[in-house]
């Protein structure tokens, strides 16, 4: 009996030493303490992370790691505990010995003696100081990052690799009708109109298969689907984001609705001032035009006349005559109504309409039209056509704009001079341009204008306004050519325009 006894008194002693142990040696602070909240004990743990030693805690109100303001919080605790309840990781501030505050997470518990009375409690306190001020920056950062996200002008959404939206920024939920709480969980397909909507998952399959790369940091304009069925033009850009086995795709979408009003009122605008420029350019010749009309119906008048006259005689030989006056006087009329046609071409409002055009019909009915009125003004007119021109791609009328805007001018530099030569030059510039080049005698163009010879309201006539060149030159570079000057190698000025041929654009090349 004696034996037995001792031997559980050992184990006893043995599994305390164990026991005591584990107290000292545990990261975290054990604490002892009474109901009145007198310290009974105090592990190396406590001593790291509060700054007091045992001899220093033991036998101390626990009050002491209590800062200003918690004083009813360890009441509390202590009442709680004295009723047998147990409070797992309650979160709370504590005070070091050096006056610092730290956050610990605490665990206390009711100590119960052999007849099971409750006489005193044990906590275990971790200081979490760390772990919140990371938490702490990381909330910071998310914050800062989603202020960020809900004032760009983008939305943002975010989907996992089969599609599942995750995160639906403030600007989609404006953009697209949804709340972040009815878009997440559902797949982005909903964004999208057919036949995009059943293709997307295929889509983003194929990518995971091949990892073929048709959108993903590349971006395109596609279509979107509002939640009330509307749909609208929007820029989609689109990024793939690893972290580590997991990967999702960010799209940034910007609706373009109001960029392609603008730029369709834009364009109306800009096609009004072509109109205008035409129109504008046509009343500057009206007085040489009235006279070129004038000659041929003249003509015709006097052809006609001269045939009634011979008719009024009756003899049967003035027949051949009257037929040849009458044949002549239609030429004269066919010839009026060609330069009406022109006319009514060039003034034409129509929509721009771009087409292989043949270069050869297209100058030289730019030059016709241009021209009225050059002969009697003295000016000596060459055209150079080289032979076996390719089509080039254009809107005629517009073209032919161009090209009398620089031919009248040209006339009008050389007023002046006693020397007037013309020289309108056409010919293949490399494997994709045509070049046209319109020389004239002139005066030339100061060369303090000439930097900005193409920009609006810049004029060296005395009565324009400036604003043909800057037209012409908008023209030329919206059928993806160019125009400039240079001063001439003798004297004038010499005007170069491009135009891409036709093959150049995918057509075939066709003469």
């Keep these: 009996m004696n034996a037995g006894a001792n031997v559980n008194s050992r184990w006893a002693a043995e599994a305390a030493n164990r026991l005591a142990a584990i107290v000292a040696s545990?990261?975290?602070?054990?604490?002892?303490?009474?109901?009145?909240?007198?310290v009974t004990d105090w592990n190396q743990a406590a001593e790291s992370i509060f700054g007091y030693s045992a001899t220093e805690m033991v036998g101390q109100s626990i009050s002491l790691l209590v800062p200003p303001g918690l004083e009813d919080e360890e009441a509390e605790i202590l009442r709680r505990i004295g009723r047998g309840e147990r409070i797992e990781h309650f979160e709370t501030k504590r005070r070091r010995k050096d006056g610092g505050i730290i956050d610990v997470s605490v665990t206390i518990s009711p100590v119960f003696d052999r007849q099971g009375d409750i006489i005193?409690?044990?906590?275990i306190a971790r200081d979490i100081t760390a772990t919140k001020r990371a938490q702490q920056l990381?909330?910071?950062?998310?914050?800062?990052?989603?202020?960020?996200l809900n004032t760009v002008p983008d939305a943002m959404i975010v989907i996992d690799p089969k599609g599942v939206i995750q995160s639906f920024s403030a600007t989609a939920e404006t953009l697209f009708g949804y709340s972040a709480e009815e878009a997440i969980g559902k797949n982005v397909s909903t964004l999208m109109p057919e036949p995009d909507r059943s293709r997307h998952d295929s889509y983003l399959?194929?990518?995971?298969?091949?990892?073929?790369?048709?959108?993903?940091?590349?971006g395109r304009v596609v279509v979107g689907r509002r939640k009330n069925g509307a749909t609208f033009p929007m820029e989609l850009a689109v990024?793939?984001?690893?972290?580590?086995?997991?990967?999702?795709?960010?799209?940034?979408?910007?609706?373009?609705?109001?960029?392609?009003?603008?730029?369709?009122r834009l364009q109306e605008l800009q096609a009004e001032l072509v109109h205008m420029a035409r129109l504008t350019a046509l009343g500057e010749m009206a007085?040489?035009?009235a006279h070129e009309l004038n000659q041929p119906l003249t003509a015709a008048a006097s052809y006609l006349n001269g045939a009634r006259r011979l008719l009024d005689g009756g003899r049967q030989d003035d027949l051949?005559?009257?037929?040849g006056a009458i044949e002549s006087a239609a030429e004269q009329a066919l010839r009026a109504g060609q330069i009406i046609r022109r006319l009514r071409e060039f003034v034409a409002r129509g929509e721009s309409d771009r087409q292989p055009e043949d270069l050869h019909r297209l100058v030289e009915e730019a030059c016709a039209l241009a021209l009225v009125g050059a002969k009697e003004a003295g000016i000596h007119f060459t055209l150079h056509l080289a032979d076996d021109l390719p089509l080039v791609m254009a809107d005629k009328v517009q073209i032919q704009q161009v090209l009398v805007n620089l031919i009248r001018n040209a006339i009008d530099a050389m007023q002046d001079i006693a020397t007037r030569e013309l020289t309108v030059s056409v010919f293949l510039a490399d494997a994709e341009t045509v070049q046209i080049d319109v020389r004239d005698t002139g005066s030339g163009i100061a060369a303090e204008i000439l930097p900005q010879l193409?920009?609006?309201?810049?004029?060296?006539?005395?009565?324009?306004?400036?604003?043909?060149?800057?037209?012409?030159?908008?023209?030329?570079?919206?059928?993806?050519?160019?125009?400039?000057?240079?001063?001439?190698?003798?004297?004038?000025?010499?005007?170069?325009?491009?135009?891409?041929?036709?093959?150049?654009?995918?057509?075939?090349?066709?003469?």
Aim: glycine share 12%; proline share 4%.
């Design 26 to 38: 545990s990261e975290d602070a054990i604490v002892g303490k009474t109901l009145e909240g007198i």
């Design 120 to 123: 005193g409690a044990s906590k």
């Design 138 to 148: 990381l909330m910071d950062r998310e914050a800062h990052l989603q202020s960020v």
């Design 205 to 218: 399959a194929r990518y995971m298969t091949t990892g073929e790369r048709r959108i993903i940091g590349i």
């Design 239 to 264: 990024g793939e984001v690893k972290l580590g086995e997991k990967r999702h795709f960010t799209g940034f979408v910007r609706d373009l609705t109001e960029r392609q009003e603008t730029q369709k």
């Design 287 to 289: 007085s040489t035009l």
């Design 320 to 323: 051949p005559m009257v037929r």
């Design 454 to 511: 193409f920009q609006p309201f810049v004029t060296s006539k005395p009565h324009g306004m400036g604003v043909g060149l800057s037209i012409s030159r908008t023209i030329a570079e919206s059928h993806g050519g160019r125009l400039w000057a240079e001063p001439g190698p003798d004297s004038g000025t010499i005007f170069h325009l491009t135009l891409r041929i036709a093959d150049a654009e995918g057509f075939d090349h066709v003469r």
